[in-house]
């Protein structure tokens, strides 16, 4: 029954009706869905609040804010910076603790309160004049594995952007930078999570059953999510737009080759029969972007809107009744099976979030 179900619960996921018909496109509806996912997983809280999981769903609710304006989401937003006193995580070295900052960075542009932002400076400046500190051959540099692009590199851009102080921007760019030579393939455009799923020099290395490379689905969302959110601070001028530009029109044009029929991509991108459900973390990252880059014209409508609307049509199957976002990967390094529309995480939660509000925005035609 659960096979069955599964099938089931795609088969209807990959159901594409007219956009302008259906009303899973409409403004009120996606609000709707938005706030009663947001409220769904306020009231199934999980994780410490700076941890990396909660970083990204907080991204999420306050992208619902900015798309309904609720007065209750943005309380919510305002209890969260409360309850951590607006600090980040502990380890200022680590891109996950840095996650919740691009949080505390959008509400002190909007509240000017300074204690709103000083923690994060402080954290940010420790992490830029400290060295890393390196623990084995795969952690050998501060970005070490490509999740990490999501986590930390719109928090140095928005403090950079919000502080007027460039070296923040420098930093992202060279951290970002390093971590691109050590994990971007390419010949596939798609990120390797880390060092331990990059093909050596002399061929050897993991590989899926059907012999292609690792490419985990939620790793490069993590990716795609995090150009989104630079590209969105960085001025048309900066000098180095381009090469996030280039390498986000690449990945791009990669993940709509890979999508599958039901709209959602797989948990390992490039070995969809050995994981058969469609991956939501993952999807809603990848939705989120390609719905960004239609709307900010850096991609073409024609060729990607489609995309974009199947994929939102599948993420809006992946919520239920109550709000709740199922089909999300467990916590985890790699591609996994271990999901069904039971499983959910804050951070499925706050991809949801974040594809909605681009979304919302797109043309209807």
């Known amino acids: 029954m659960k096979k069955l179900g599964l099938i089931m619960t795609f088969i209807i996921c990959g159901t594409i009706i007219g956009f302008s018909s259906d009303p899973c496109f409409s403004k009120r509806h996606i609000k709707s869905l938005m706030i009663n996912a947001a409220e769904w997983q306020l009231n199934n809280p999980k994780h410490e609040i700076t941890d990396w999981t909660n970083g990204t769903f907080y991204e999420g609710v306050f992208a619902t804010w900015e798309t309904t304006k609720s007065k209750s989401i943005y309380k919510s937003l305002m209890k969260m910076g409360e309850e951590t006193q607006w600090k980040p995580g502990k380890r200022y070295y680590h891109a996950d603790d840095a996650t919740i900052c ?26 830029i004049n400290k060295p890393y500190p390196s623990m084995n051959s795969v952690r050998v540099i501060k970005w070490w594995w490509c999740d990490a692009l999501f986590m930390a590199p719109a928090a140095l851009v928005k403090l950079g ?3 007027g102080d460039q070296k923040y921007l420098a930093a992202n760019d060279k951290y970002f930078k390093e971590c691109y030579d050590l994990l971007y393939n390419k010949d596939e455009h798609l990120f390797a999570r880390d060092l331990n799923y990059v093909i050596k020099a002399d061929g050897t290395g993991p590989l899926e059953a059907n012999g292609k490379k690792i490419f985990w689905s939620r790793g490069n969302g993590w990716v795609m999510g995090g150009l989104v959110r630079v590209l969105n601070e960085l001025p048309s001028d900066y000098p180095n737009r381009p090469f996030y ?16 029929q039901d709209g959602l991509w797989r948990a390992s991108l490039l070995d969809p029969n050995s994981y058969p459900g469609g991956e939501v973390s993952g999807s809603g990252l990848d939705c989120y972007a390609l719905a960004w880059g239609i709307n900010n014209k850096l991609l073409d409508k024609d060729t990607y809107l489609p995309a974009v609307k199947k994929a939102w049509k599948s993420l809006c199957n ?28 804050v951070y499925g939660t706050g991809a949801f979030l974040l594809a909605g509000s681009e979304v919302i925005k797109l043309p209807k035609k």
């Open 318 to 345: 992946c919520v239920n009744e109550e709000g709740r976002v199922g089909w999300v990967q467990p916590v985890g390094a790699d591609p996994r099976k271990n999901f069904s529309e039971d499983s959910w995480e």
């Open 245 to 260: 530009e280039n390498l986000y029109k690449e990945m791009a044009a990669k993940l709509i080759n890979i999508q599958q």
């Open 102 to 127: 691009q949080t505390y960075i959008d509400m002190y542009r909007i509240e000017k309160k300074e204690e709103m932002i000083e923690p994060t400076k402080a954290a940010m400046n420790s992490f």
């Open 161 to 163: 952007m919000t502080t």
